[in-house]
T-cell receptor, first 113, second 114 residues
Framework: DQQVKQNSPSLSVQEGRISILNCDYT??????FLWYKKYPAEGPTFLIS?????DKNEDGRFTVFLNKSAKHLSLHIVPSQPGDSAVYFC????????????FGTGTRLKVLA | DVKVTQSSRYLVKRTGEKVFLECVQD?????MFWYRQDPGLGLRLIYF???????EKGDIPEGYSVSREKKERFSLILESASTNQTSMYLC?????????????FGQGTRLTVV
């Protein structure tokens, strides 16, 4: 059973516009969420995280929003740049346990110049 | 600079071979993980280790085993490689604390079993 889901396998956005990537989870005990970016033939790199006690976290062009009641988080990228084209994974962890990271299936973002 | 290093970028092995994938981290992290990435399936956890000689099965441990004899090294073993184990394998490490929850990944090993 997939505990972390990314229902959009791909997304295309025009350069300069906003990219919104979505993620849903089923386990209400998750208390930390992260977004990773992955280029082909490379390992994922960390982008931004959010604690479950917050509803928003910003870092430059990247903002993550968390809606606990809906068990939903989203990553906003503004403005989108061609170099943002990659696969984005959301992940969730239980910090009360062994900090096992559960990843979603990924969304491939293509930013069109 | 933080580093997780996987021993090979690309590997081609024959069906039935025993395959070793090695991962080394230089951050003194307690936790280490092995994932595989397949199209449409995302990153799936194979095994993880939260201390030396300690291991736990992830979501897809069948056909794999692991070894963690030293804190910095976590090995993934394919006991008898099969074609359905052709995949991108990713190692990661982290320190379990609330101040910094980021896991760091290696560059990945693309394994092809023929």
């Amino acid at each position: 059973d997939q505990q972390v889901k990314q229902n959009s396998p791909s997304l295309s956005v025009q350069e300069g516009r906003i990219s919104i990537l979505n993620c849903d989870y089923t386990n209400s005990m998750f208390d930390y969420f992260l977004w990773y970016k992955k280029y082909p033939a490379e390992g994922p790199t960390f982008l931004i995280s959010i604690s479950s006690i917050k509803d928003k976290n910003e870092d430059g062009r990247f903002t993550v929003f968390l809606n606990k009641s809906a068990k939903h988080l989203s990553l906003h990228i503004v403005p989108s740049q061609p170099g943002d084209s990659a696969v984005y994974f959301c992940a969730a962890i239980l910090t009360s346990g062994t900090y096992k990271y559960i990843f979603g299936t990924g969304t491939r973002l293509k930013v069109l110049a | 600079d933080v580093k997780v290093t996987q021993s090979s970028r690309y590997l081609v092995k024959r069906t039935g071979e025993k395959v070793f994938l090695e991962c080394v981290q230089d951050m003194d992290h307690e936790n280490m993980f092995w994932y595989r990435q397949d199209p449409g399936l995302g990153l799936r956890l194979i095994y993880f280790s939260y201390d030396v000689k300690m291991k736990e099965k992830g979501d897809i441990p069948e056909g794999y085993s692991v070894s963690r004899e030293k804190k910095e090294r976590f090995s993934l073993i394919l006991e008898s490689a099969s074609t359905n184990q052709t995949s991108m394998y990713l190692c990661a490490s982290s320190r379990p604390n609330l101040m910094n929850t980021e896991a760091f990944f290696g560059q990945g090993t693309r394994l092809t079993v023929v």
